[in-house]
């Protein structure tokens, strides 16, 4: 990817290519400015600086949302941003538990409140606020470090008109170049991209009518599942329950899920609109487009399916040329907690937590390297550090936790923001 470039006075320039970079650090014209994503800064000033439009480009995701910045026709940097919103879903429901049940055994407890907080409007769970927050920090760091000139968003992941009801605008409507992809898109994901009968993957997969056509089933996305060729064939016009009078788990199985929602899709259309106004805030024109067009245009360009790749085909795309080979992958890790009291299972008390944040000039979370030059454990560990009182660490590397590491033998790489990373 290219390197982020920061004018004397923090004014963005162009990002230029890692050679470049290169140069400019060895002989001194500029410093290291931060290392994720990594950015440099010249140590003199250029006046009146040439710079080009760039454009950021966000793929939200449930799980994982892709970010891509242009340069013209160039994708000169990307990055995939795995969200925290499960978990944080996960905290909330212990906590609530815990809650509970001091409160029906009569010890320690915090009392309930009732009718004293309001949700303001707009208001969204904490779960999906943290993939909004998310988004919306990383465009505002981009912003800082490259000249952007506009922003362009995946609004919706499917066109559910199209969906719904193709002839909602007439036969142009119905037979666009892009109501195909809308559909095959939403059902691949809805069925996990394997055969509903026999769940094979890797293979071509058709579209299949639960209920025939032929005896009155319709074209409704909940009457349509995916299939491979040969079941497909088997099947032909037999009513499901047939079809599937041997199988009874998977009859009721593909029954259930037909008519169920993707629970993914719908943690991304209840942000999406927050999400869009967040960035419009930004001042930045932002463009929309649906996740039809953007697989639509990523087939076009025969390029894999990646978060990224998704991102960089956003709205509307003729030619792409893609500089980019290993997108910078981050990972939310969140800021902590406030919680000063550790329990079991049970909700008992079992540890307490200092309030002290930082131990040996490190803070838990930050990003260190620790050249181990003796003892049972010598070897280079980079990650993120879990600090102790004792000076004891641990760091989360790439290939696992290493205990027991000294502070004496770590350095800063990366000072705590809520983020890991791995390149």
Known sequence: MRVFVLNKNRQPLDPCRPARARILLSTGKAKVYRRYPFTIILTEEIIDPVTHDHRIKIDPGAKTSGFAIFQGER????????????QIRDSLTSRRQLRRSRRNRKTRYRKPRFLNRTRPKGWLAPSLMSRVQNIETWTKKLIKLCPVAGISQELVKFDTQKL???????IEYQQGTLYGYELREYLLEKWNRKCAYCGTT???????H??????????????????????NQAKSNQDIELFLSNKPSILKRILSKAKRPLADAACVNSTRWKLYHDLKSTGLPVEVGSGGLTKFNRCRQNLPKTHWLDAANVGKVETLIIEVTNPL??????????QICRTNKYGFPTRHCSRIKFHKGFQTGDIVRAVVTKGKKIGTYV????????????????????????????QFIHRKDGYAYTT
């Open 383 to 410: 990650g993120r550090v879990a600090t102790r009182k004792s000076g004891s660490f641990n760091i989360s590397t790439k290939s696992g936790l290493v205990e027991g590491i000294s502070h004496k033998y770590c």
């Open 329 to 338: 992958i981050i990972t939310a890790k969140g800021h902590g907690t406030r």
């Open 164 to 170: 719904e009801n193709p002839e909602i605008s007439g």
């Open 75 to 86: 994708v000169v940097w990307g990055a995939e941003l795995i969200h925290r919103g499960f």
């Open 202 to 208: 890797g293979t071509q997969l058709e579209i299949e």
């Open 210 to 231: 639960i209920k025939p056509k032929s005896k009155g089933g319709s074209d409704r996305v909940s009457n349509l599942a995916i299939a491979c060729h040969p079941c």
